[in-house]
T-cell receptor, first 109, second 115 residues
Framework: GQNIDQPTEMTATEGAIVQINCTYQ??????LFWYQQHAGEAPTFLSY??LDGLEEKGRFSSFLSRSKGYSYLLLKELQMKDSASYLC??????????WGAGTKLIIKP | ETGVTQTPRHLVMGMTNKKSLKCEQH?????MYWYKQSAKKPLELMFV???????ENNSVPSRFSPECPNSSHLFLHLHTLQPEDSALYLC??????????????FGSGTRLTVV
């Protein structure tokens, strides 16, 4: 079966750095997405990786290793507004998105 | 405002009621989706429409009935639901079902409670 694993919850301190990991086993691979979802709001697109390596976008970076079935989302200079759930999703060989259960990130002052 | 609008935001209904969820997008996207989001579970794809034709139905119970009258509107008709159907129902759209780097645009969802 297809599976996306990510930690259920993480806690970090304002101003610090946090890395949220995602491992996947899917039938084929056509890209990996990270979304941010604040409580009661829509998931919003953060990043897309289809080739190995690091994609940097401001305070957020996303890394992919296809051979290891692994990705991480790196958040720098954490702010209180970064408290949210972070969803990892992989597009499989049928171009369907397979979702992880999300990682709830709690930022403390 | 994400470009995808869902109404209502909250809905409480009895198990014998009939209600409908509405989704609207004006992004020019050709594909629309219904997802179910339950606490601590992955998003569950329910239905996919491409150019107003249903292309995917992930074995969803018949008490959920989708309707896509045009490429901008999507409905989810609900009847005789069960308490376990209580969840956040998210609508999303994309340029096409095999959308590339931009992924999906989601609405804010309808929080459904079945009593």
């Amino acid at each position: 079966g297809q599976n996306i694993d990510q930690p259920t919850e993480m806690t970090a301190t304002e101003g610090a750095i946090v890395q949220i990991n995602c491992t996947y086993q899917t039938s084929g691979f056509n890209g990996l997405f990270w979304y941010q979802q604040h409580a009661g709001e829509a998931p919003t697109f953060l990043s897309y990786n289809v080739l190995d390596g690091l994609e940097e976008k401001g305070r957020f970076s996303s890394f992919l290793s296809r051979s290891k079935g692994y990705s991480y989302l790196l958040l720098k200079e954490l702010q209180m507004k970064d408290s949210a759930s972070y969803l990892c999703a992989v597009k499989d060989s049928n171009y369907q998105l397979i979702w992880g259960a999300g990682t709830k990130l709690i930022i403390k002052p | 405002e994400t470009g995808v609008t869902q109404t209502p935001r909250h809905l409480v209904m009895g198990m014998t009621n009939k209600k409908s969820l509405k989704c609207e997008q004006h992004l020019g996207h050709n594909a629309m989706y219904w997802y179910k989001q339950s606490a601590k579970k992955p998003l569950e794809l329910m239905f996919v429409y491409s150019l107003e034709e249903r292309v995917e139905n992930n074995s969803v119970p018949s008490r959920f009935s989708p309707e896509c009258p045009n490429s901008s509107h999507l409905f989810l008709h609900l009847h005789t639901l069960q308490p376990e159907d209580s969840a956040l129902y998210l609508c999303a759209s994309s340029q096409d079902p095999g959308s590339g780097a931009n992924g999906y645009t989601f609405g804010s969802g309808t929080r459904l409670t079945v009593v």
